[in-house]
């Protein structure tokens, strides 16, 4: 069982940026894949980002290419998204998981557990 904490969320203007964490503890940290989810009000989550650790290949949606990066720390633990050239679309509350699997070309999740999530603002 892993736990997530995520953080690094906050309000910032269009065209700026944010790195958002996400700290894993317990056992079995190296999971098969971890990535972030993230939802606009009203809407269904997305799978935004994901980093496979088997090839460390990368999955984005379409949407945030070129503008986000993945990666993953593991002396630390963490997995980061660097978020640069943000976008009032790209406001909503993000979430890491560690449960998601895929490839390049689509994310999917084992489970529907989310955690509290992290809230990006973008103005």
């Known amino acids: 069982h892993v736990q997530l904490v995520e953080s690094g969320g906050g309000s910032v203007q269009a065209g700026g940026s944010l790195r958002l964490s996400c700290q894993a503890s317990?056992?079995?940290?190296?999971?098969?894949?971890m990535g972030w989810y993230r939802q606009f009000q009203g809407e269904e989550r997305e799978g935004v980002a994901a980093v496979f650790v088997y090839d460390n290949s990368t999955y984005y949606t379409d949407s945030v290419k070129g503008r986000f990066t993945i990666s993953r720390d593991d002396a630390r633990h963490t997995v980061y998204l660097q978020m640069n050239d943000l976008k009032s679309e790209d406001t909503g509350m993000y979430y890491c998981?560690?449960?998601?699997?895929?490839?390049?070309?689509?994310?999917?999740?084992?489970?529907?557990?989310w955690g509290q999530g992290t809230q990006v603002t973008v103005s």
């Open positions: 998981v560690a449960d998601c699997y895929g490839s390049t070309y689509y994310l999917a999740r084992l489970t529907n557990n």
């Open positions: 317990g056992h079995d940290y190296l999971r098969n894949c």
